[in-house]
């Protein structure tokens, strides 16, 4: 089944810097790639999203990048601002009947001022 | 309205109890999923439901039965309850199965065992 890895486990960064974090899939098949934001004590929360027909997407401060030839994607937030900090998770969907989203392990995101 | 609700929100137990957690949801969705979030936050599918048929069953001990009344309702019956059941239970729903489509989660259980 899918398995997808995600690094690094946590991620320091002063207020305004960029922050790239990176996830690789193992099933070639996979067509679907959210990412999710967690903050304490809340649930998941979609921030982004990409599906296997495209290579890039952006909103505002946040942007996907899809990679499918290496199976991985990536998360870049530029500007980060302090209320950035949260848990993300990239995740997979495999591309097969009666399949869910098989995440990651998450990353921890700390913006300091 | 909250799209997908799950009560109750915390569950204290001891070892040996059966407790559910209900699911609902209000956004027309053909398919919910249960995902346990352990303490180090990964998230594991557990379950998966579509127009109340069982689609995934994953590697999850037999004490735990997911029912789904009607397509709106997930809930997760839980048996003879362990230590290692502590964690942080959450919901989801999609509008069509296998294309992640509005992937939705609840506001999660957090359930502890003593």
């Known amino acids: 089944g899918e398995n997808v890895e995600q690094h690094p486990s946590t991620l320091s960064v002063q207020e305004g810097d960029s922050a790239v974090i990176k996830c690789t899939y193992s099933d070639s098949a996979s067509n679907y790639f959210p990412w999710y934001k967690q903050e304490l004590g809340k649930r998941p929360q979609l921030i982004i999203d990409?599906?296997?027909?495209?290579g890039e997407k952006k909103d505002q401060r946040i942007a996907v990048t899809l990679n499918k030839t290496a199976k991985h994607f990536s998360l870049h937030i530029t500007e980060t601002q302090p209320e950035d900090s949260a848990v993300y998770f990239c995740?997979?969907?495999?591309?097969?009947?009666?399949?869910?989203?098989?995440f990651g392990k998450g990353t921890t995101l700390s913006v300091s001022s | 309205d909250t799209a997908v609700s799950q009560t109750p929100k915390y569950l204290v137990t001891q070892m040996g109890n059966d407790k559910s957690i209900k699911c609902e949801q209000n956004?027309?969705?053909?398919?919910m999923y249960w995902y346990k979030q352990d303490s180090k936050k990964f998230l594991k599918i557990m379950f998966s439901y579509n127009n109340k048929e069982l689609i995934i069953n994953e590697t999850v001990p037999n004490r735990f039965s997911p029912k789904s009344p009607d397509k709106a309702h997930l809930n997760l019956h839980i048996n003879s309850l362990e230590l290692g059941d502590s964690a942080v239970y959450f919901c989801?729903?999609?509008?069509?199965?296998?294309?992640?489509?509005?992937?939705?989660f609840g506001s999660g259980t957090r359930l502890t065992v003593v």
């Open positions: 990409i599906r296997s027909n495209v």
């Open positions: 995740a997979a969907l495999p591309n097969q009947a009666g399949t869910a989203l098989i």
């Open positions: 989801a729903s999609s509008q069509v199965l296998g294309t992640g489509y509005g992937y939705t």
């Open positions: 956004l027309g969705h053909d398919t």
